[in-house]
């Protein structure tokens, strides 16, 4: 699953509400299983083209509702399923939802710096995948049917590869192991 967001809240005023604008499944084998644009209940201030990939022609015409997407995830979801994305907390909160089974791809392979830090998902297919996504002309932003099937190819791997893989463990010795080992004066 992907979400794109563009921000409602009046220009100026903090902190920023970021509402629903389309949402996008994937099964396992990849195929579309939703894909929906949705017209946020108050007035769009700025459609975050660069980074929703979003625009105002797009939406014209829309007239689904977050209610109206929250009903079609009623039909979609089972209590088993489980939703896979990246950075997933953010869906979820625009979706007005909460789900009891996730794989989020941020927290599966965590920054080789460690947390806070998250890698993007843009990042992790070009290490993990070898895959380029979100390549637009810089204007063009996130096509969310891309960034679902990118997420599910991730957990794909990681499950083939093993849990240590796409991590800092996977190629080496932690620092921390190595320090634990050492022999202090």
């Not at 927290?107 to 637009?136: N, T």
């Not at 240590?164 to 463990?169: A, K, N, V």
């Amino acid at each position: 699953m992907d979400c794109e967001m563009c921000i409602t809240s009046p220009e100026g005023v903090t902190p920023q509400v970021f509402s629903l604008t389309r949402i996008s499944i994937v099964d396992w084998e990849g195929a579309v299983v939703m894909d929906e644009f949705v017209k946020p209940e108050n007035p769009i201030t700025n459609y975050l083209t660069q980074y929703s990939g979003i625009t105002p022609e797009m939406l014209e015409g829309v007239t689904a509702s977050l209610k109206d997407v929250q009903n079609k995830l009623l039909e979609i979801l089972t209590p088993q399923s489980i939703l896979i994305g990246h950075s997933l907390n953010s869906d979820l909160n625009a979706l007005h939802v909460t789900h009891p089974f996730i794989i989020d791809t941020a927290l599966l392979f965590p920054h080789p710096r460690g947390p806070p830090l998250k890698s993007s998902l843009k990042w992790l297919c070009s290490k993990y995948l070898s895959r380029e996504i979100q390549k637009g002309s810089g204007s063009t932003g996130h096509n969310s049917v891309e960034d679902a099937r990118a997420c599910l190819d991730l957990v794909k791997q990681k499950c083939e590869k093993g849990k240590l893989w796409g991590t800092s463990e996977a190629a080496g010795e932690s620092i921390f192991k190595r320090i634990g080992r050492a022999i202090r004066p």
